[in-house]
């Protein structure tokens, strides 16, 4: 295996964390979303507790552009 699908497998693991810690947080979003997320390499250096903070403060980003959003979709 190369080292460059190590290291890209590492990040996928990271995110795949980071999601799951984060479970509550997407259950508490009103809309479901499609994430896609382009990882720096610099990922691969963090533990999973700080890629999991940073969805956390992205999580609530977009919570707050729910609630200030003027439109809401309905499915």
Not at 10 to 26: Q, Y
Request: aromatic residues 6%.
């Amino acid at each position: 295996m190369s080292r460059l699908a190590v290291k890209r497998n590492r990040a996928k693991r990271l995110l795949r964390e980071a999601f799951r810690l984060t479970a509550g947080e997407l259950a508490g979003l009103k809309n479901r979303y499609d994430w896609v997320f382009n990882a720096r390499r610099l990922i691969i250096e963090e533990k999973a507790d700080v890629v999991a903070a940073d969805l956390r403060r992205i999580i609530a980003q977009v919570g707050r552009n729910e609630q200030t959003s003027p439109c809401e979709t309905e499915k």
